[in-house]
DNA sequence: GCCGTTTTCGGCCCGACTGTTTTCAGTCG
């Protein structure tokens, strides 16, 4: 059973205990097991087998005794009882704006309300307002959630692609307006997580109302709510949220590091603050023993002031980086200026939009000192493959172009064929410089399978890196049924290298497998997948993406120069 | 339900907003 399961079951469990009205804690245990469990970067099954699943932060006894009753059964005693209680339905009830699990519990126990239909027939027939606490205003909110197509499902994020380009713009539109101080954007989005919910943008100024004023006439917004002193809520033309939120300049420290999160960031540096009697909010951190409450205008003097290094906001999802702060063994986090080279791209010769040329010259101008063209291989299946006479014409034409100060490595990305050989014959991988191979056919083998598919790939000699070794589309297709545990340590044993890649629907290995990979000894690379020129600049995301994984430039091969390179990898060793 | 050089019991972040409340519970981030 795949974490992601078993830590969905746990947050069912969680709404269950809530809806039923357990203590608040237990409820919040849970939902904190089914965090650590979804990011456990190992398998958490396995883990349970060997009887250390309790390692995990969050998880106890009673936790590991459903783990395994889930694993042995199929589901977790308790929470079948609960159900027979509290309809499931009524988790769905809780996701409408407004309605919490004791007011979703009121309208079953009143109304004998089991659903989302049930729930919009009574609205509509005006029997809420009978229930104690509800109102016709309750009521009115209801009707309007469900006419504006809540469900009952959870909300689709949007990916992080999406909505940065539109808050790197509206911060930019901010700082010039003369009344700014300062204008940062906060949030997921400044945490580069894989989606963002909404945009959080916090700013400083010398006329706040002027600025908030200033917002809401940015040509990018579409509808915008009372702008005054203390910021604007606005909606984009394509209904992303944007909050502005404007504080003295005084307190910007203390406002942007609130709203930067994550939650999860933000309470536990809470909680051990108060340890130390300590209280931090967005207004400032109190001190209980000088009575003085103190604000600060940059991140870097709250950290301080908590006696931690700053933290960057990639690291900011309480994985461990508070203790790490703590004890100043925070990681040197790779930087853009790291990369030296990109080793995954596409030209017209398969499915990129850009010659070989082309790419050479915008791979150039990004300062790198190596590419490698990598098309996909003959049985690709989404047209334009590349049969092997065709991939060696590219070879004499990449070795006879002078692209002066950028070497040009003749690569391929080359399908696992379903039983895990290769697309190409040998005779033809052993005059490519780089081989990326990767899974594009076949997604729904079996897990031992489709592990062991990877696996023999990987024993290839020619077999350079694994590209995106997940097969997961954010927020449109699962990963494929893949044991990652034994990936990274294929990896490490035959020493390929696991892919970053930064096409912003892959992000693939994801933030959590990239750190336990770099934490088992395995070597990441770092590639933009490009299909066409600007494309390049999609190293951006894989970045992100290594940065929340904590690496630093000693884990990512790609940080050296080629011979180097060339040096470490599994033909050169 | 979890956790621990202040604790193996007694704590568990902080504040804003909403609506239905005569003083606050529930929800949200």
């Known amino acids: ?83 027979a209680r509290v309809p499931a339905g009524l988790i769905e009830i809780t996701r409408i704006p407004g309605l919490g699990p004791k007011r979703a519990r009121a309208l079953y126990e009143r109304l004998g309300i089991r659903s989302i239909a049930d729930l919009h027939t009574a609205a509509e027939e005006g029997r809420l307002k009978d229930v104690a606490g509800f109102g016709e205003k309750a009521e009115e909110n209801v009707l309007a959630a469900l006419a504006a197509g809540a469900d009952g499902r959870p909300k689709a994020r949007l990916l992080l692609s999406k909505a940065l380009p539109v808050g790197e713009q509206l911060v930019r539109a901010l700082r010039e307006h003369p009344a700014a101080i300062r204008v940062e954007l906060a949030g997921s989005a400044r945490r580069l997580a894989d989606t963002v919910k909404d945009l959080d943008i916090v700013a400083s100024a010398s006329d706040p109302k002027a600025l908030a004023e200033a917002f809401a006439k940015l040509p990018e917004l579409d509808t915008v709510s009372s702008p005054g002193e203390a910021g604007a809520r606005a909606t984009t033309h394509s209904g992303l949220q944007v909050d ?82 703590r004890r100043d063994e925070l990681p040197a986090l790779i930087e853009l200026s790291d990369l030296r080279g990109d080793l995954h791209m596409h030209t017209t010769l398969s499915d990129g939009r850009n010659t070989v040329e082309e790419m050479a010259a915008g791979a150039r101008e990004r300062g790198y000192g190596y590419i490698a063209i990598t098309d996909h291989s003959a049985s690709h299946g989404f047209g334009n493959d590349v049969q092997p006479d065709e991939l060696l014409r590219q070879l004499e034409q990449i070795r006879s172009l002078d692209l002066g100060g950028i070497r040009v490595l003749a690569g391929t990305e080359t399908n696992v064929l379903p039983d895990g050989s290769l697309d190409y014959e040998d005779a033809v991988l052993e005059q490519l410089d780089w081989v990326v191979a ?46 990652v545990d034994r990936v990274i340590a294929g990896a490490l044993e035959t020493g390929t290298f696991l892919e970053i890649n930064g096409n912003p629907d892959r992000r693939d290995l994801n933030d959590v497998y990239a750190r336990a990979a770099a934490e088992a000894g395995v070597m990441l690379v770092i590639d933009s997948d490009a299909h066409g020129l600007e494309r390049l600049a999609n190293i951006r995301y894989a970045l992100a993406t290594a940065r929340r994984a904590w690496l630093t430039r000693e884990h990512v091969a790609n940080t050296r120069p080629w011979p180097e390179l060339d040096g470490v990898r599994k033909r050169g060793r």
């Open 1 to 83: 059973m795949r974490n992601a399961e078993i830590a969905d079951a746990f947050d069912e469990l969680a709404s269950l205990y809530e809806l039923d009205g357990a203590v608040v804690y237990r409820v919040v245990a849970y939902r904190n097991a089914a965090k650590a469990i979804r990011e456990a970067g190992v398998s958490v099954a396995e883990l349970t087998r060997q009887g250390r699943v309790t390692d995990l932060a969050g998880v106890g006894k009673t936790i590991e005794e459903k783990i395994h009753a889930l694993l042995d059964t199929g589901s977790i005693p308790s929470a079948d009882k609960l159900k």
């Open 438 to 483: 990767s899974l594009h056919t076949a997604f729904r083998l079996p897990e031992q399978d489709q592990t062991a598919r990877m696996l023999r790939a990987m024993e290839h000699p020619l077999v350079d890196a694994i590209g995106h070794p997940t097969g997961r589309l954010i927020e449109r297709r699962q990963p494929y049924e893949i044991d």
């Open 244 to 325: 502005l939120r404007i504080v003295p300049a005084e307190a910007f420290g203390n406002l942007l590091q609130h709203f930067t999160g994550s939650g999860r960031h933000n309470e536990a540096l809470r909680t051990e603050a108060v340890r130390r009697g300590l209280h931090v909010s967005e207004y400032g951190i109190a001190d209980d023993e000088a009575g003085t409450t103190e604000a600060f205008a940059t991140e870097e003097e709250v950290y301080e002031r908590l006696g931690m290094q700053f933290i960057p906001p990639e690291l900011r999802e309480n994985r461990g980086e508070l203790e790490s702060a």
